[in-house]
């Protein structure tokens, strides 16, 4: 059995004893077989030396044992690491930053405390997962919809706290944004609860975010300064009706007029979730390959020539609207006449669904987009007859890049070279479209595939990471998720005035949780004692 980093034999005997009178013996788990499931099976350290492995788990039922935990930990100084559902794959999976932390796995802490479908809020525990939620609103007949990322196995807590995003509208998809109101264990123990739930007896927890004073609940994402054990959530009202409608343009340059329009769009409440693709990628084509394939990629003007000539348009965006039957044909019809100012525009009429879904709309359905929680993302990496050897997992650069077609073209221009030359080379593409799940700001993602055989894989995988973060931060870009091993690097970018942001947090942590034990180095944020062994 591993002891945690910084505390004797006896005294993590002692704490043993101590979280088994917390929880019972079936709340502690310290067998190597029963840690291994904790270990990130998407590491790009599996089975080095290096790779972070918890020493134990903790899986307490309720707030209160985490507050024992929390409690013990912080007398007998164990570093924990909180997780929800522990389904954070590519980004770091339910394993620690800091190796020989006790997890503190939340999953037992299922319970979905309210859903009201008058004033579309909900209030969960951390173990509620996406399937939990959804299927809690089904079978209760409840007129809102959740608003899910693919995994629908996650915490509906644990993805918001990770900055996690989801497919439906706006104000939804921004998880951490869409939350109101928190219940926190502190490092010392203590409960405290933000927004209106610090007035006593609340009525209105999940309906007001800012309560009084300062707006504090940002300080509880990402795991440092506390265990959430409760949250609020605003809901989706269930719409009756989606349409999706399709725009294609022919040019490569037409990709900045589109995002201006659909931009516009967006953020004026007229569409929902808008999805950029390239119809020009998709064709398996020896000239087309030959023209990608010049030193220095392909010129525009070649490349427009070949779309003219093969009918072939450059960029595609599916539109998505979600409401009434006439108020989403409406929608659409205003959206066409925005879209039509770009030379060459066609529209195409992709989906109408009226809910409830018939069960084989709902089998065709991108099922995300309607709020129904899924796992089928994972299919498209799993074993077949197309893909005999697949990876065993992935790790995810996530750059955050201005929301506007000139940032796609030069994303493209930035990262293509570097990722050619890190050893990827079918990584490169001309054609890649953004992620378009945060409202106000494009993500660029690139997964990286992992191995649990090929270390050197894996290595130029860490080698990569360190470039592709310089590449971004000289445009002046930053990721917005990375798994633990590239986390001090990632923060790193974000050095305004000599790192004033992680110095304030490393500030607070200090008076917050001085004994460091809660989730060290996650997000390069690093109690006082390990601030020395920042990668
Ligand atoms: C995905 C989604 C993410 C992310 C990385 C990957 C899904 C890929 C919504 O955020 O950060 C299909």
């Known amino acids: ?41 998407y590491s790009p350290l599996w089975g080095e030396a290096e790779e972070r492995v918890a020493s134990a788990a903790l899986a307490p039922d309720t707030a209160d044992q985490v507050q024992q935990i929390v409690r013990i930990a912080n007398t007998s100084r164990i570093p924990l690491y909180s997780i929800a559902t522990g389904r954070n794959l590519g980004y770091g999976g339910s394993a620690p930053n800091l190796a020989g932390s006790v997890v503190l796995d939340l999953k037992r802490m299922n319970r979905v405390l309210e ?21 809690h609103i089904q079978d209760r007949g409840l007129n809102v919809w959740i608003d899910c990322p693919d995994p629908g196995w996650g915490s509906v807590i644990g993805n918001a706290l990770d900055h996690g995003v989801g497919y439906t509208w706006g104000a939804f998809r921004d998880h951490f ?85 659909v931009n516009y769009l967006e953020h004026a409440g007229t569409i929902g979730m808008p999805r950029y693709g390239s119809p020009l990628g998709q064709v398996r084509d020896q000239e087309l390959a030959d023209l990608v394939a010049q030193p220095g990629g392909p010129s525009t003007d070649d490349l427009d020539a070949f779309a003219a000539r093969r009918g072939v348009a450059a960029w595609e965006c599916k539109l998505q609207f979600y409401g009434g039957a006439e108020v989403v044909a409406a929608q659409w019809a205003y959206a066409r006449e925005k879209l039509s100012v770009i030379a060459g525009a066609r529209f195409e009429d992709t989906e109408f669904y009226r809910f409830p879904l018939t069960a084989e709309q709902a089998e065709r359905a991108h099922k995300v987009a309607l709020g129904i929680p899924n796992l089928s993302i994972f299919a498209g990496g799993a074993r077949s007859e197309l893909n005999p050897s697949p990876r065993d997992g992935h790790v995810f650069f996530a ?22 030359e890190v050893g990827f080379p079918n990584m ?4 890649k479209a953004p992620n378009t799940w945060m409202f106000r700001a494009f993500v660029f993602l690139y997964s990286f595939p992992i191995s649990r055989s090929d270390r050197a894989q894996n290595r130029r995988v860490r080698e990569a990471f360190p470039r592709l973060v310089r590449a971004a931060a000289e445009r002046g870009w930053g990721e917005y998720r990375t798994p633990p091993v590239f986390q001090d690097l990632v923060m790193d970018a974000y050095s305004f005035n000599n790192h004033a942001l992680r110095r304030f947090s490393e500030t607070l942590k200090d008076a917050v949780d001085p004994n460091g034990i809660l989730s060290a180095g996650r997000g390069g944020i690093w109690p006082r004692h390990l601030r020395n062994t920042r990668g």
């Open 399 to 420: 750059p955050v890049i201005p929301k506007s077609g000139r940032a796609i073209l030069d994303a493209m221009q930035v990262f293509n070279p570097v990722v050619r």
């Open 428 to 431: 490169v593409s001309f054609f």
């Open 1 to 41: 059995m591993a002891v945690p980093p910084g505390v004797s034999e006896r005294e993590w005997a002692d704490a043993l004893k101590q979280f088994q009178q917390a929880l019972g013996s079936g709340g502690v788990f310290t067998s190597d077989e029963d840690v291994a499931l904790y270990r990130d099976f």
């Open 177 to 261: 944004h869409s939350h109101c109101g928190m219940e926190v264990v502190l490092p010392n123990g203590e409960f405290l609860r933000t927004g209106m739930g610090a007035v006593p007896g609340s009525r209105t927890w999940a309906e007001y975010r800012y309560g009084y004073g300062p707006y504090v609940d940002g300080l509880f994402s990402q795991g440092n300064f506390g265990v959430v054990t409760k949250m609020g959530f605003w809901l989706f009202p269930a719409p009756e009706t989606y349409l999706s409608g399709t725009v294609t343009v022919p040019k490569r340059a037409d990709i900045v007029p589109l995002v201006d329009i």
């Open 115 to 135: 859903v009201d479908d008058k004033r579309h809020f909900a209030i969960v525990e951390p173990g509620v997962s996406y399937f939990d939620f959804y299927r």
